[in-house]
């Protein structure tokens, strides 16, 4: 008997004589069964599908070995295998079954053996099956198709003979069979910014999505990408499908390199956060696998955020350079400036442009509670109005453009300084003149 041990399901000892094979199975934790209402208990497990961290536990499993990748060749290579453990639970928000404390690293995906059963003659014929529905169903034939994890190219072959331009992603040892097959293969793990330049018309994902610690991030990549690129590409995935396995009480189903198991509404719901608009789920293969067909959806806010984020971040750029130069242009000509608003928007202004105080070191703050402390970060001493009243400034740069104009009547009207007041405002220094808009 394995010695995998399981901590909420376990085996009663078995009576003398009888078969080890044929064993009871006695819930512990969940003993006696009742269907009580419970909330799901809050972990640090996010689900894969949706985020939420609100789950149920199903099993756990403490030393379980990998059971695809990396085939052991001997007895004692078998039995020393590394075990890991299998905690299996479900979403309590969008049911998918998931296991935590999963690490992708640990699978030997770019050298180990990964021995999938392909040549099953109902499998394969369900595959072809499959394609020619795909084929006609979104009239595929003198397209651009790129298969994620296409192994050794079967189904994308099946595409090719379609009239398709074929295009693989597969990062495992199959790339060279595929690329022997030819298929245009590349031997890597697939990103979303590869559809710069592919411009794919479809993508095809089959049995990948299972396997990774973050498909949920995996896709949005890809949905993202095709935002920026201004593509809508067809979506194919395919996924085991969890569901008649869980009223079967079937626990073999879950294996480590299975991280994701998917019940429909988990795979659905998948694609919807990730951004894509489902056009096609049904389960397969006596409902043993789940179908997608989705697109993404082409996010006018996606786009927006993404010029303005590149532009703000080329603007501030100049402007803390900008604004540099001008203090700089001050100290050359031997101005006496000061700085009004030492701490908050004031501080966070010096350190980010780093005025420091070779740079500007007279700080001037409204709060008397503040005088004679320092400014964070840069360090100046931070003094009251009083030492522009001693000695008059020449400049003032208001630090905090929500307060200024209050800090410009202070100025004026409380101490009747005449300095010339700025800003730092729009892409640098400006004066705060009368119909400047803050
Ligand atoms: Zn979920």
Known sequence: MHPH????????????????????????????????PAAPPVTSDACLACKSVYNYPLARWEDMPLSV?????STEEARNMRGFVLDVRQCASCGHVFHTDFHYDHIPYRNGSNLV??????????????????????????????EIGCGEGRFLQRMQRAGNHCIGFEPGSDAARAAAAGIECYPEYFQ?????????????????????????????DISIACSAAGIAPLFLAEVPCIEKALEQNRINDFL?????NFTCSSFCTLFERAGFRVLDLRTRFQEEVVTIAARPRLSHTQREVHARAQRFRLE????????RRTLEAWRTAGMRVALWGATGKGAALMNMVGITPDLCDLVIDSDVRKVGGFVPGTGQLIQGPQALLDEPADRILICTNWRAR?????????????????????????HLVDDLVL
Request: proline share 4%.
């Open 5 to 36: 041990k399981l901590s909420t399901l376990r085996t009663d000892a078995p009576p003398q004589g009888a078969e080890e094979s044929a064993p009871t199975l006695v819930r512990r934790d969940l003993a006696p069964l009742s269907l009580r």
């Open 406 to 430: 209050d800090i410009e009547r202070e100025i004026r009207q409380v101490h009747g300084m005449d300095a010339e007041l700025f800003v730092v405002h729009d892409h640098g220094v400006v």
């Open 256 to 260: 480590y390199e299975h991280v994701s």
């Open 192 to 220: 979303g910014s590869r559809l710069f330049d592919l411009r794919a018309d479809a993508i095809i994902c089959r049995h990948v999505l299972e396997h990774l610690a973050d498909p949920l991030d995996f896709l949005e």
């Open 69 to 73: 990748l990396g085939l052991p060749r």
């Open 316 to 323: 501030v750029e100049e402007k803390i350079a900008r604004t």
């Open 117 to 146: 059963y392909n040549d099953g003659a109902a499998w394969k014929a369900y595959q072809d099956e499959l394609a020619e529905e795909w084929i006609s169903s979104y009239g595929l034939s003198g397209k651009r198709i790129v």
